[in-house]
């Protein structure tokens, strides 16, 4: 592999100077770009798109053509798991994603097993591994996978849901099942994340999508519990130094002291938290990713830089911090908008690191 030339994210996600904030977005490739687009109607559907690695490559890079970001995160998608565990997914266009035999028994969940990364789910490890070739160094590969609990809602709802009462039902009445869906979920998790490092990832992304939906105590004890599992044993060892996760709960704002105490690297904050807020209550534990509203792009060019100057304000002086949206980028942005965030970072945060420290 090439030698890296541009580490602010690795540096910034160990908690090291940099001379600004490294920048990249959540769904940077996606929907909002017209090449994207074009390359999805080639590919015919959106799971050939995903299951083609030069394809998912194509994509991936993508945005880095257009934006100077510091970082590329792998194009796939969160249910390459449960789709590997043969459940039949597909995707309906305005529905979201079906699955064809969803889990709800203790015999669906039985006849579950966890995926092998380099036989189910070769097609994304060779998408990391040609990602990183094309990079050839010009900046870090951020590797992925959705959190257990998060899969398993759309395992057990059957697709995507307004009020999730099936998995809630289950966590209810049955939580001793639910937590060995949970666990099957983990190991393959753990699996997948480690064969994405061994691939040439340098960094990973736990998505926990769907975790703000709990109360306080199912959010410790049915997602929580599991992501602090999947931090301690994921086998992230490159060059010498361990690869960064980063932890993501949307609508997680309650709970990012438990976050950070599970010994990941980076909590990312959605933009329902005040940023210098999660700063004081965390302090220099790990690192923090986030967190402009993504409906911030919808306003004018001038609102956006004010709107980034506000948030590395926010933020204050000194290490780790890695600006990113508060959740993905909306289909309807106007890639001129993101162009304008993106530059507004690169001109408002070096005055951020001008003798910082840890």
């Given at each position: 592999m090439m030698p890296l030339r541009n580490d602010r994210l690795l540096r910034a996600l160990r908690r090291q100077p940099t001379d600004r904030t490294p920048v990249w977005l959540m769904?940077?490739?996606?929907?909002?770009?017209?090449?994207?687009?074009?390359?999805?109607?080639?590919?015919?559907?959106?799971?050939?798109?995903?299951?083609?690695?030069?394809?998912?490559?194509?994509?991936?890079?993508?945005?880095?053509?257009?934006?100077?970001?510091?970082?590329?995160?792998?194009?796939?998608?969160?249910?390459?798991?449960?789709?590997?565990m043969a459940l039949g997914l597909s995707f309906s266009e305005g529905e979201g994603p079906i699955f064809e035999r969803p889990v709800r028994s203790a015999a669906d969940i039985g006849r579950l097993f966890v995926p092998d990364p380099e036989v189910e789910l070769r097609y994304v490890m060779d998408a990391v591994r040609v990602i990183r070739h094309e990079l050839a160094g010009r900046v870090p590969l951020i590797g992925f996978a959705g959190s257990p609990w998060t899969l398993a809602t759309y395992m057990v709802e059957g697709g995507s849901s307004k009020d999730f009462s099936r998995i809630k039902g289950l966590l209810y009445d049955q939580p001793t099942l639910l937590h060995q869906l949970l666990g099957i979920n983990t190991q393959a998790v753990i699996a997948y994340l480690s064969a994405q490092v061994a691939a040439g990832a340098q960094a990973l992304m736990v998505f926990d999508t769907w975790g703000g939906v709990l109360a306080p105590r199912a959010y410790r004890d049915f997602s929580l519990a599991y992501m602090a599992r999947i931090v301690a044993e994921v086998a992230c060892e490159a060059n010498g130094q361990r690869v960064p996760i980063i932890?993501?709960?949307?609508?997680?704002?309650?709970?990012?002291?438990?976050?950070?105490?599970?010994?990941?690297?980076?909590?990312?904050?959605?933009?329902?938290?005040?940023?210098?807020?999660?700063?004081?209550r965390i302090g220099t534990r790990v690192a923090l990713q986030g967190n402009l509203d993504p409906a911030a792009l919808a306003a004018s060019p001038t609102s956006i830089r004010q709107q980034v100057a506000q948030t590395l304000a926010d933020f204050g002086s000194g290490c780790g911090h890695i600006f990113n949206l508060g959740h993905g980028i909306q289909p309807w942005t106007d890639p001129e908008h993101v162009q304008a965030l993106v530059e507004a970072v690169l001109a408002e945060s070096p005055s951020y690191h001008v003798g910082a420290d840890a």
């Amino acid at each position: 592999m090439m030698p890296l030339r541009n580490d602010r994210l690795l540096r910034a996600l160990r908690r090291q100077p940099t001379d600004r904030t490294p920048v990249w977005l959540m769904r940077q490739a996606g929907r909002y770009l017209p090449e994207y687009r074009a390359t999805r109607a080639r590919a015919g559907h959106f799971l050939a798109l995903c299951r083609t690695p030069e394809l998912a490559c194509e994509v991936t890079l993508q945005p880095l053509a257009r934006f100077p970001l510091d970082a590329a995160i792998l194009f796939s998608d969160i249910l390459t798991i449960p789709d590997a565990m043969a459940l039949g997914l597909s995707f309906s266009e305005g529905e979201g994603p079906i699955f064809e035999r969803p889990v709800r028994s203790a015999a669906d969940i039985g006849r579950l097993f966890v995926p092998d990364p380099e036989v189910e789910l070769r097609y994304v490890m060779d998408a990391v591994r040609v990602i990183r070739h094309e990079l050839a160094g010009r900046v870090p590969l951020i590797g992925f996978a959705g959190s257990p609990w998060t899969l398993a809602t759309y395992m057990v709802e059957g697709g995507s849901s307004k009020d999730f009462s099936r998995i809630k039902g289950l966590l209810y009445d049955q939580p001793t099942l639910l937590h060995q869906l949970l666990g099957i979920n983990t190991q393959a998790v753990i699996a997948y994340l480690s064969a994405q490092v061994a691939a040439g990832a340098q960094a990973l992304m736990v998505f926990d999508t769907w975790g703000g939906v709990l109360a306080p105590r199912a959010y410790r004890d049915f997602s929580l519990a599991y992501m602090a599992r999947i931090v301690a044993e994921v086998a992230c060892e490159a060059n010498g130094q361990r690869v960064p996760i980063i932890l993501f709960t949307k609508g997680g704002g309650a709970w990012l002291e438990d976050i950070a105490a599970t010994g990941c690297d980076a909590v990312g904050v959605d933009w329902t938290v005040d940023l210098g807020d999660a700063r004081r209550r965390i302090g220099t534990r790990v690192a923090l990713q986030g967190n402009l509203d993504p409906a911030a792009l919808a306003a004018s060019p001038t609102s956006i830089r004010q709107q980034v100057a506000q948030t590395l304000a926010d933020f204050g002086s000194g290490c780790g911090h890695i600006f990113n949206l508060g959740h993905g980028i909306q289909p309807w942005t106007d890639p001129e908008h993101v162009q304008a965030l993106v530059e507004a970072v690169l001109a408002e945060s070096p005055s951020y690191h001008v003798g910082a420290d840890a």
